[in-house]
C-alpha cells in the first residue's frame, strides 16, 4: 500500500503531506525525515522542475554526476567509492565537505542549489549558497573595520557552499585581499563543514591561490569532478 501510493506522487506538496501523515501515523514525532534512495530520486526529480522551470534530462553523464551528491547527503558509506571522486590526494569521507568541479553549465550548482530544497523541506539539516563574486563585491563595500568584523563573522559560521570558487578577483578596500581565501582559511581552522563548486581543475586552484591552499582544499572536500557538456540551454 505504501508503494502504490508513493508511486502515485506527481508534485512537492503531495510529497511532503504524504511524509507528514507517515511521521504522524509512526507516532515518531521526528524532526528529520529520512529518506531512502527512492524518496529522494522522486523529492530531486520535483525540486528540479521547481528550481530550474526544466524537467531533468535523464543521461547516463547526469545520473553519473549525481550519484555522489545523493550518496552523500544521505549518509551512504557507498558514497566512499564513486569513480568520479578524486581519492589521488583526498580521502573520501562522510564528514568533510564537498568541492564539485567541471565544465561550465554542467550541473553542478544547480544540483546543489536542488538538494539544498529537498534538504530544507524534509528538516535536515541544510546549507546556505554564496557566490564568490557577489561576497567580494559585498567586502568592497565594507565602510570601516567594524563592517569587516561583521562580514568575516557572517561567512566563518555555519554550512555554506561557496559556489564558483577561482572565478573572483582579488578585493580592493584599502588594500588588496584575496577575501575568499582568507575565509576558506579561516572555516578549515575552525574545522567548519563547507561545500563549494569550481570551474577550475586542481591545478588551475593551486596557480590561483597557492599550493598551501591547495592542500587545505584535500583536508577539506570530497573532490567530486562532474563531467559531460554544458546543459544550459537544454530542456
Known amino acids: 500500500m505504501y508503494h502504490n501510493r508513493f508511486l502515485k506522487i506527481k508534485t512537492s506538496k503531495e510529497l511532503l503531506g504524504f511524509y507528514r501523515k507517515m511521521s504522524t501515523s509512526n507516532n515518531k514525532n ?35 554526476n549525481l550519484k555522489p551528491l545523493a550518496l552523500y547527503f544521505l549518509k551512504e558509506n557507498e558514497f566512499c567509492n564513486c569513480i568520479n571522486l578524486e581519492t589521488n590526494n583526498s580521502k573520501p569521507s562522510l564528514k568533510k565537505g564537498l568541492l564539485i ?46 563592517d569587516k568584523a561583521a562580514f568575516y563573522n557572517k561567512y566563518t559560521r555555519g554550512v555554506i557552499m561557496f559556489d564558483d570558487i577561482g572565478s573572483e578577483n582579488k578585493a580592493s578596500n584599502f588594500g588588496i585581499v584575496n577575501v575568499i581565501k582568507e575565509i576558506l582559511s579561516i572555516r578549515y581552522e575552525k574545522q567548519l563543514l563547507t561545500h563549494g563548486t569550481s570551474n577550475l581543475t586542481l591545478e588551475n586552484i593551486r596557480e590561483k591561490y597557492d599550493m598551501r591552499t591547495e592542500d587545505r582544499f584535500y583536508d577539506m572536500f570530497n573532490i567530486v569532478r562532474f563531467e559531460g557538456r554544458s546543459m544550459r540551454g537544454l530542456s
Not at 561550465?104 to 557566490?131: A, C, D, Q, S
Open 101 to 146: 568541479v567541471g565544465k561550465v553549465g554542467n550541473g553542478k550548482t544547480t544540483y546543489m542549489k536542488v538538494i539544498r530544497e529537498i534538504l530544507k523541506r524534509t528538516k535536515n539539516k541544510t546549507f546556505v549558497v554564496k557566490n564568490c563574486k557577489q561576497i567580494v563585491l559585498e567586502f568592497e563595500s565594507c565602510n570601516n573595520q567594524n
Open 30 to 64: 521526528k524532526d528529520i525525515m529520512n529518506l531512502t534512495k527512492e524518496d529522494f530520486w522522486l523529492f530531486f526529480k520535483i525540486y528540479y522542475k521547481k528550481v530550474t522551470n526544466k524537467v531533468f534530462i535523464k543521461s547516463e553523464e547526469a545520473l553519473q
